[in-house]
Each structure stands twice: as structure tokens, then as C-alpha cells.
């Protein structure tokens, strides 16, 4: 069965710092997603990773993947109050038919 | 507006009685998927359909089932509801498998 845990589960970071959360998985997979969720709201795609040493990178934020590793990170630079959310990083799972298994994901709160 | 409407926003409801969900999926989007997230079990796929065919199946309760229209709207009824039955019920639909998804609002069940 696959699992996707994240770490840490809880940040809380003051603006203008740098941190990564950390994606691991325990089976095969060559897709990786992240995605954003503010409290009480949908789930906002950032960035869907499909190759091992794909990297990206949108603003504040970069992903990357490894997938020999099973790990994704996503680095947040120069943290601002805006980025605070929860963020989820999923993995597909092709056996057994098709599904994305979402982490437990990582809620962020950046301190102004 | 991301496109996949879900319906109703919100709905509460008491033990014993049964709920339809309904998802609109975004234009020209095939496949729905269903996720229920609750504050202990995170966000935990339930079913996929593609173009009105069941393609996979997650922790979906056999007290829970659903369907993809020819429209390709799709419907998650829920029946004999629990009190843990409260959570989010999120939709989302995809063009191809392994490209992320879009995410609807969600329907908050809560069940007195």
C-alpha cells in the first residue's frame, strides 16, 4: 500500500526565512503533485512534478523531486504572511487502478 | 472559480438519513474523483469515474456510493450517516490521469 508522509506536519516560521518540507513515499511513482489549501477552502494545484530531478519553481516556492530517493521538497524562500496554508503533497499510484494518495500535509504559519 | 462546481456548499443533516453530493466537473474534463477529508483522517480518496465507468476504488464505505452521468456530472450519495460521516467532500476531475486535478469548493457534511 502506498504512503505519503510529510514533515514536518506543523511550521511555524518567522517572515524572511527559509525552510523545506520534506514529501516522502514508499512506492514507485514518477508523479508528484503539491498543493495549497487555505483554512476552510478548496485545494489550489502548485506544481505537478514528473520526472526524477524535476524541479520548479513559482514565486517563493520550489519543488523538486527525486525519484530513486522516493522524496520531494518544497522549499519556501524568503517566507512571507501570505504563504501561510497547508500544504499537501500527493502521489499517484497506478496498481490496482489509478489513484493519488494525498499526505497528511504540512500546515505552514509564517509570523509577520 | 475553478471550473468543477459542487453542490450543496453546505449541509447538515441528522444520523440515520441519507445525503446526495453532486459534482460538476470542468469542461472538457473526463474523469471525476471523489475525496472525503476529515480533521483525523486528512484528506482519503474515495472512488474515480471516467467517463461514466468506475476506474478505481479508495476507503469508500459500502454505506457510500456513486455515479458518473453521461453528462458527466457525478454523484456521491451517502447513506445511514454516522456522526463521524461529517468531514469535507471534495470533487475533483482531471483531463488525463497523472496530470493533478482541479479541486471543486467541497460540500461541508455535518451530521447532528
Known amino acids: 500500500e502506498l504512503k505519503v508522509e510529510q514533515n514536518p506536519l506543523f511550521l511555524s516560521m518567522q517572515e524572511g526565512k527559509n525552510y523545506t518540507i520534506y514529501c516522502n513515499y514508499s512506492t514507485t511513482s514518477d508523479r508528484l503533485y503539491w498543493y495549497r489549501q487555505d483554512p476552510g477552502k478548496s485545494l489550489e494545484s502548485l506544481f505537478v512534478?514528473?520526472?526524477?530531478?524535476a524541479v520548479k519553481q513559482e514565486g517563493r516556492l520550489m519543488a523538486s523531486l527525486d525519484t530513486k530517493a522516493r522524496l520531494s521538497t518544497l522549499h519556501i524562500t524568503a517566507a512571507v504572511h501570505d504563504l501561510s496554508a497547508t500544504y499537501f503533497c500527493a502521489v499517484d499510484l497506478s496498481t490496482g487502478g489509478f489513484k493519488t494518495i494525498f499526505g497528511a500535509g504540512t500546515r505552514l504559519f509564517v509570523k509577520a | 472559480d475553478s471550473g468543477v462546481t459542487q453542490t450543496p456548499k453546505h449541509l447538515i443533516t441528522a444520523t440515520g438519513q441519507r445525503v446526495t453530493l453532486r459534482c460538476s466537473p470542468r469542461?472538457?474534463?473526463?474523469?471525476v474523483y471523489w475525496y472525503q477529508q476529515s480533521l483525523d483522517q486528512g484528506l482519503q480518496f474515495l472512488i474515480q469515474y471516467y467517463n461514466g465507468e468506475e476506474r478505481a476504488k479508495g476507503n469508500i464505505l459500502e454505506r457510500f456510493s456513486a455515479q458518473q452521468f453521461p453528462d458527466l456530472h457525478s454523484e456521491l450519495n451517502l447513506s445511514s450517516l454516522e456522526l463521524g460521516d461529517s468531514a469535507l467532500y471534495f470533487c475533483?476531475?482531471?483531463?488525463?490521469?497523472?496530470?493533478?486535478?482541479?479541486f471543486g469548493s467541497g460540500t461541508r457534511l455535518t451530521v447532528v
Open positions: 475533483a476531475s482531471s483531463t488525463r490521469q497523472g496530470y493533478g486535478y482541479t
Open positions: 469542461s472538457g474534463d473526463l474523469s
Open positions: 512534478l514528473l520526472s526524477n530531478g
